[in-house]
């Protein structure tokens, strides 16, 4: 989807969102019911400042708490959130007061924060339906999915029974039976044996921390996926083009990637890399390298759907742009919102890679006694799309000490947890032993 340029005329009034505020910070005793009636309303996601959403998330906090809403009560909490600079620091939660001198009209300020959100929304679905057509989509496709945005969908239908949507499973199920329909393969066998033959559509995050070989995990994913024939889509929002396919050429001849950079190869080398050459012509491996928080989730969404590929890898969360203003939360949160949508709606399997806190290190050290489903949400910034995901994978390194890693599936929606072991030289990872599952 396009995003909405703020430098433009935004469909928002940012008068009548502080309004709004303002309303619930004088009702402190609550004896008006304000915000109980601006919550019929509205949402945190309708304000278009996420100033405004995160202050409205602290007031309806504190009044399902029970606890008194003011000026001083909200910068507390907003402080205990380690977000108070966030929206601007104490003098604008109290700045926020002077807007309305009654809280009469509060509903109809609500009202006008709600229409304009509903009217954002549409200009975004429309947008997104333009692009996909532009980009050859049939149109019945693009129909469903611009009244699934708009809500219409939802609103003119009733609820499925189970029974009509058993013939779809039985398809899938015969489909994958037969072989017609099979995961993603890793180009490690123990790898495939943990993950129940591969990588099935849906979305996962492998988290690791710097230097752990994630990007080259993702990228060895990607070149085996091309090589049969499926089509892959790489953002690469830290690596250069040029070292992004020194990566891919790397693996394609088995010649380390900084040899083919710095261009300390024998004759054989150079032999091995040409013939690479020659193969990465010919492979559905396509690239995007944007700037790292320049490149946001529409854009994404934009480039996979004109695509349509198997395998998209996101690398890596954390360097995905965010709209103005945001926090890098509520930006990854979008981020999963529309990885999950592609996942499922193109049959893809969309492969985030995340980074983590260095107080996280310590967990990254595989313990063999520990349940791999502790390890989830060690990502930096990541609880929600991992939490939301299909599968999470942890790059650990071996508690024997040395380069090797311990692939750790802490969540697997398809099957059971477990650890899959793997040498890793720096420049490439190789199967080891087999995968040891723990169960559901």
């Known amino acids: 989807m396009t995003e909405i340029s703020r430098s433009a005329q935004p469909l ?99 009202r006008i924060v709600s229409d304009l959100a509903e009217r954002r929304r549409a200009l975004e679905a429309y947008q997104s339906a333009t692009q996909r057509l532009l980009s050859g989509e049939a149109l019945p496709a693009v129909r469903v999915a611009l009244d699934r945005s708009l809500g219409t969908t939802q609103d003119q239908q009733s609820a499925n029974r189970v029974g009509q949507d058993v013939e779809g499973l039985l398809e899938t199920m015969w489909a994958r039976r037969t072989g017609q329909e099979t995961a993603l393969g890793t180009p490690w066998a123990p790898v495939d044996n943990l993950l129940g033959g591969g990588l099935w559509p849906g979305m996962y995050v492998l988290v690791g921390g710097t230097g752990s070989g994630k990007t080259q995990w993702a990228v060895q994913v990607a070149v085996e996926a091309a090589r049969r024939g499926q089509v892959v889509l790489y953002l690469a929002l830290e690596l250069s083009r040029q070292d992004l396919a020194a990566r891919v050429m790397g693996t394609l001849s088995g010649v380390a990637w900084s040899r083919i950079l710095r261009g300390t190869l024998d004759d054989v080398e150079v032999a091995q890399v040409m013939e690479a050459a020659r193969s990465a012509e010919h492979i559905p491996f396509h690239t995007e390298c944007g700037p790292p928080f320049g490149y946001g989730a529409e854009t994404l969404a934009a480039r996979a759907w004109a695509l349509k590929p198997a395998l998209i890898v996101i690398d890596y969360l954390q360097l995905c742009a965010g709209r103005y203003g945001e926090e890098p939360r509520t930006a990854v949160g979008r981020v999963s919102y529309v990885a999950r949508a592609l996942a499922r709606d193109l049959g893809a399997v969309v492969l985030v890679l995340s980074s983590t806190a260095r107080a996280n290190y310590a967990d990254l050290v595989n313990d063999p006694a520990r349940d791999p489903v502790d390890l989830v949400g060690l990502g930096k910034e990541s609880g929600e799309i991992e939490y939301a995901a299909d599968g999470v994978m942890v790059l650990a390194r071996s508690a024997e000490g040395g380069r090797n890693r311990v692939l750790v599936l802490a969540k697997n929606r398809h099957g059971p947890v477990g650890r899959a072991d793997l040498k890793w030289n720096g420049h490439t990872f190789s199967a080891a032993d087999g995968p040891r599952e723990i169960g559901l």
């Open 12 to 110: 928002a009034d940012l008068q009548a969102e502080r309004a709004v505020l303002a309303a619930a910070l004088l009702d402190g005793e609550g004896q008006e019911r304000i915000i109980p009636r601006i919550a019929t309303i509205l949402r945190s996601g309708d304000f278009y400042d996420p100033r405004h959403a995160l202050l409205w998330e602290v007031l309806l906090a504190l009044h399902t708490r029970g606890e008194p809403v003011d000026v001083l009560t909200v910068v507390a909490e907003l402080r205990a959130r380690d977000r108070l600079n966030t929206v601007g620091g104490a003098q604008y939660v109290g700045e926020l007061t002077d807007e309305i001198p009654t809280l009469s009209h509060c509903e109809s300020h609500a």
